[in-house]
């Protein structure tokens, strides 16, 4: 069921670009998240909508700023979610009740690329948002690696309904399988963890 405030949401955002409105369908889906798409072609904008009430109206202004969005030219790729997409999508957010720092959070979840395109449009707070998020990356540890079982020759072995190797027990199958029964020299491998 296709709740009021969304309906009346893709009728008000249409009249004021003077645009016609798409077919909005309308299901549910766990978790806190929405999901969207816009099909130009169906004349249909889907939404399968997860808890949050914010991130429901941020996901369908989302396909709106899709919607309004002129089609690519002739011979030009289309650039998805390029600059010229958000100045519509960021426009719309802060014109249909989502706050400048709530837009930046919940778009920039989904596309980081958001906030270089939020960042160019003048968004307030997008500087901050980009320079943060920048910093948590540097900030994220590097994964290590280590090593489980040192350098061995592959040995196949039946284990059950499976291929292993003999000394590290790895399962061998598909086309490392028909590699390693093709090979004319011995196969080497190498088991590694990352922790
Ligand atoms: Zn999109
Ligand atoms: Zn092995």
Redesign the pocket.
């Known amino acids: 069921m296709t709740p009021a405030w969304a309906a009346e949401l893709v009728a008000r955002v249409c009249a004021d670009a003077s645009v016609a409105p798409p077919r909005l369908s309308w299901r549910s889906r766990a978790g806190a998240h929405s999901t ?3 099909r130009r072609h169906e004349g249909l904008i889907a939404v399968r909508a997860g808890a949050d009430q914010l991130d429901q109206r941020l996901t369908l202004l ?2 709106l ?2 919607w309004l969005s002129p089609p690519p030219r002739r011979g030009r790729r289309a650039v ?2 390029g600059r010229a ?1 958000y100045a519509v ?1 960021f426009d719309l957010y802060r014109r249909h009740g989502l706050d400048d720092a709530d837009a930046l959070r919940l778009e920039s979840a989904r ?1 980081r690329s958001a906030l270089p395109h939020a960042v160019a449009l003048g968004i307030p707070g997008a500087v901050e948002a980009l320079a943060a998020h920048r910093s948590t990356i540097r900030a994220r540890p590097r994964r290590r690696w280590r090593v489980l079982v040192p350098e061995h020759r592959v040995v196949l072995e039946r284990d059950g309904r499976w291929t292993v190797c003999a000394a590290c027990r790895q399962r061998v199958v598909g086309i490392n399988l028909a590699r390693i029964r093709r090979a004319r020299r011995p196969v080497r491998h190498v088991l590694m963890a990352a922790s």
Do not use: D, I, K, L
Request: hydrophobic share 40%; glycine share 8%.
């Open positions: 969207g798409v816009a989302h396909e700023a899709h998805h979610h997409f999508a596309y």
